[in-house]
């Protein structure tokens, strides 16, 4: 009997993949031969299509040929038969090239031109996918390189169809076209050969091909099956070596758990390397040992913390399942830490927080800006919930702030990978909308696609309305609320514009109060704002619909008049204006009367830019001013040449001081009973090198007006320190000195310092000093003067009240400690003796001064007869022209020496009446 074969059964089941792998191998490499055998069989297909081309082609030409010769229609027969060979060839090639073809349509064109039915399958196959491959291309290159020449032939065909049809055709004619045929074949037959010999070269490579590619999947599933056989012999030795192995190298701790006691069987390297105890010392350990407070056996996932060598305790997740274990139930127990996912949790959990508790809105959208989510922010800003919102693009609601919508150059920013920051116009759920700061970002994912935006937005509508505040007061006046000069100017610089391309006038009306800061000195500086505000309530409400009213300082203000024919028309305007401020205006308890002067300059007669317009008129104004107050006048040439005038002096008065053109002289004061020199009174000089001698009235008030008040302050009272010490050493009467002092710098914060300074420098008294102060600078100072008073009084500084009775006096200040004197003003002795009305004032002046103990010293003293009535009224002091003018400092020493009488014609001492 045959040896019995062993049975598949009697093989180790782990043998039985290598049988599987061995009917593999050889399945395979019968398929490998069953595509050769077909792949040969669509190359001899092919190889006999190329040899139908090939002769199809040669005898169209033979027959194209002979037609030519003999007109023969037989012979045109042959040609169109063979031609139609070639074009149903091309056909198919193009068709299958093109990629989209009908297969029965190509499998019945093939049928025509002889192929073999059973390499149909196969030339589809090859033109379909092998047209690139080595010769294939090259082959239908040359093939398709003819198709002009075979197309030029049936022109050639149908030129000489139609030739024939008329009668025989000239020889000359056809041996022409004659000729064209063996042309176009000599460019044919080359081509056809390269298409011929390149089909049977590929035909060869394609056998090489094939040969060796069932020789290489031959050796390669033998190998494979030789490598697969080896492995599995390998792993039935080395299958617990490798477990051994995926087991120890595991990067969660792995304990094999013994189901029945709960005693621990086995452990990997990182349970030893986390409990921090070798496998010896944990094998028979009892598993719930490793927790803090135990581990339950149930199935499933378990959370607890593992025990350290050290103490330390570990968060883990552990998951146990039921297996056999050599016939063993074995609960295997697979123990992760969970430390960083729980950190991670904690930081989602206060990110989640953070975003639920910011105050600005906050929105998650997806790719299509979808909104998923919100934070509670954005419910209290737009009044939208999540509910209302998901699904929603989160930009529906949102618009330029000039109502277009997100342009799509934000989403191209952001699909770049910037971020979008702008502010935008949004929507709330009640319809309202509102200005906020929008910035949006995007999440990417691993591709680097967009997978979220988040766009997180402020509401700006405190911060635009606080910017729009700021703009106002950039461009108003905050006292009146009206343009100041940089707004003026801008709204000047449009109407201009305006009046020039509609040939029309503008003009401008500069207007300044008169004697306002008379209002200040004598109703305090609040009083006098209170008053500019009611002026410019009555300037716009004598305006017309289209004028400008503006304040560009001071108590000076600006009218813009525009469309108008010429600037004339503006004098209309002006009396109406005039005529409202000359209305008494009631301020709290007071009631002021005021005046203005005005000046008018136009467009285009007097400048074509608004700078250039304000000045003239402010020239116009001031010759207003001077002139008769309480007018307007119109701008000319003329005023603008005053006005540089003053611009010049104010330039040249910043340089006086530092070029020393200051000088003092000196008014003396007399007792009138003795005559005798008692006081001399500083008055400021300024000597132009080029101007000559410039009047107080004229440099002073530009001083104050240019800040400058205080320096020339403090160069008098440090020149007239150094003349008392001079007039010191040289022995003269030890004689008063009265300064005129500026409010600005009685309300200095060192002014008292100051003079306390001076006087120490040059060693003078200070009692010898006396500084003069009108009431209305008093007024003005109010409590700071008190202050400034007492320091002064502390020092032992006199202080004298210049012009009194003149501004609007308030009593009380008589009672400060300093005022050691009274002026009493030129205009109230001009009319002494004979006006009762002055008479009577300055004996009420007299006689309150010696009530309160106050010395009076009379000014503007011209006539014998003023000396009389004040000295029989009680004057002691006086000064005036009847005594001396302000005179040089060589001419007041002269007089204060001892023995030296005067003889000069400005001193007249009147003698003491007996």
């Not at 910017?467 to 000047?492: I, K, S, V, Y």
């Amino acid at each position: 009997m045959p040896a019995a074969v062993p049975s598949a059964h009697s093989l180790p089941r782990r043998l039985l993949p290598l049988a599987y792998g061995l009917a593999a191998v050889i399945g395979l490499i019968l398929v490998f031969i069953w595509g050769a055998l077909q792949i040969q069989v669509a190359l001899a297909g092919f190889l006999n299509g190329e040899s139908i081309w090939s002769k199809a082609q040669k005898q169209a030409v033979i027959d194209l040929r002979v037609y030519a010769a003999s007109g023969d229609p037989a012979d045109l027969a042959g040609f169109r038969r063979n031609y139609e060979i070639l074009r149903t060839d091309r056909w198919i090639r193009d068709a299958i090239a093109a990629g989209h073809y009908d297969r029965a349509e190509v499998t019945a064109a093939l049928d025509r031109v002889n192929t073999m039915p059973a390499a149909v399958p196969g030339v589809i196959f090859m033109l379909d996918h092998f047209a690139t491959a080595p010769y294939m291309r090259q082959a239908l290159a040359a093939w398709r390189s003819t198709d002009a020449q075979l197309a030029e032939l049936d022109a050639i065909a149908g030129q000489l169809q139609a030739g024939h049809a008329h009668g025989p055709m000239d020889p000359a004619e056809v041996g022409r076209q004659q000729a064209r045929i063996r042309a176009l074949n000599d460019l044919i037959e080359p081509r056809s050969l390269v298409f011929s010999l390149q089909i049977a070269r590929g035909a060869s490579w394609m056998g090489r091909v094939l040969f060796g590619t069932i020789f290489a999947a031959a050796c390669l599933a033998s190998l494979l099956w030789l490598r697969m056989a080896r492995r599995i012999l390998a792993g039935i030795r080395g299958t617990e070596e490798r477990y051994r192995l995926l087991f120890d190298r595991a990067p969660d701790a792995i304990v094999m758990v013994d189901e029945q006691g709960g005693r621990i069987l086995d452990v990997n390297d990182k349970a030893c390397e986390w409990i921090g105890r070798s496998p010896r010392e944990l094998v028979g350990t009892p598993f719930a040992a490793l927790f803090k407070g135990g581990t339950p056996h149930a199935e499933g996932i378990t959370h607890g913390l593992l025990r350290g060598r050290e103490g330390e305790a570990r968060p883990v997740e552990t998951q146990s399942s039921l297996v056999s274990w050599r016939e063993r139930a074995v609960r295997q127990a697979i123990v992760r830490d969970i430390s960083e996912r729980l950190s991670l949790e904690q930081e989602r959990r206060i990110a989640a927080e953070a975003l639920a508790s910011i105050a600005e809105g906050v929105i998650i959208a997806d790719a299509r800006r979808r909104v998923v989510s919100v934070n509670a922010a954005h419910m209290a800003i737009t009044g939208l919930s999540l509910q209302e919102m998901q699904g929603r693009r989160f930009d529906e609601l949102r618009c330029l702030p000039d109502q277009s919508p997100l342009p799509p150059s934000v989403w191209e920013t952001l699909h770049n990978g910037g971020n979008w920051l702008g502010e935008v116009h949004s929507q709330r759920a009640d319809g309202s909308v509102y200005p906020e700061l929008l910035s949006i970002s995007v999440i990417r994912d691993a591709q680097d696609r967009v997978q979220h935006y988040v766009a997180v937005f402020t509401n700006i509508s405190t911060t635009k309305s606080n910017q729009r505040r700021l703009e106002h007061l950039a461009t108003h006046d905050p006292l009146t609320g009206l343009p100041n000069r940089a707004e003026f100017e801008r709204r000047c610089a449009l109407a201009i514009a305006t009046a020039d391309r509609e040939h029309g006038a503008v003009a401008v009306l500069f207007i300044d109060l008169d004697a306002f800061k008379v209002v200040n000195d004598s109703y305090s500086h609040a009083i006098g704002d209170r008053l500019l505000v009611q002026v410019a309530e009555r300037i716009n409400r004598g305006l017309g619909e289209h004028d400008v009213a503006g304040r560009i300082g001071g108590d000076e203000f600006t009218v813009l008049i525009g469309r108008l024919v010429s600037r004339e028309q503006a004098g209309v305007l002006a009396q109406r204006l005039l005529a409202l401020l000359g209305e008494p205006m009631k301020v709290g308890e007071y009631e002021v009367a005021l005046s203005a002067s005005i000046g008018i300059a136009g467009y285009p007669l007097d400048g074509s830019e608004p700078v250039t317009l304000i000045a003239n008129a402010d020239a116009a104004m001031y010759a207003a001013k001077t002139q008769e107050r309480n007018t307007y006048r119109f701008y000319s040439p003329m005023m603008q040449a005053d006005a540089r005038k003053r611009l010049a002096l104010a330039a040249e008065l910043r340089q006086a001081l530092a070029r020393g053109e200051f000088r003092l002289v000196y008014q003396p004061s007399v007792d009138m009973r003795s005559g005798r020199v008692v006081a001399v009174e500083a008055l400021l000089r300024w000597r132009h090198p080029a101007r000559g001698e410039v009047s107080p009235g004229e440099f002073i008030p530009m001083a104050e007006k240019l800040g400058l008040i205080r320096h020339v302050d403090d160069w008098v009272l440090q020149a007239v320190a150094r003349q008392m010490r001079r007039w010191d050493e040289e022995n003269l009467p030890p004689i008063r000195v009265a300064v005129n002092i500026s409010a600005g710098s009685y309300g200095a914060p060192h002014f008292v310092e100051d003079v306390r300074r001076r006087l120490v420098a040059e060693r003078v008294a200070p009692q010898r000093l006396l500084l003069e102060i009108t009431e209305g600078a008093i007024l003005r100072l109010g409590d700071e003067m008190e202050r400034t008073m007492n320091a002064l009084h502390a020092l032992g500084v006199g202080v004298a009240i210049d012009d009194f009775g003149t501004g609007y006096s308030s009593m009380s200040y008589l009672k400060l400690p300093a005022i050691a004197f009274l002026k009493i003003d030129k205009s109230f002795v001009d009319g002494l003796p004979g006006s009762s009305h002055d008479a009577a004032i300055v004996e009420a002046m007299l006689a309150l001064s010696k009530r309160l103990g106050l010395c009076a010293i009379a000014e503007g003293i011209e006539t014998e007869a003023q000396h009389e009535f004040l000295l029989r009224a009680g004057c002691t002091e006086g000064q005036g022209y009847l005594y001396a003018r302000a005179l040089e400092v060589p001419e007041i020493e002269r007089m204060l020496r001892p023995g030296q009488r005067s003889g000069g014609p400005k001193l007249r001492l009147v003698p003491p009446t007996r």
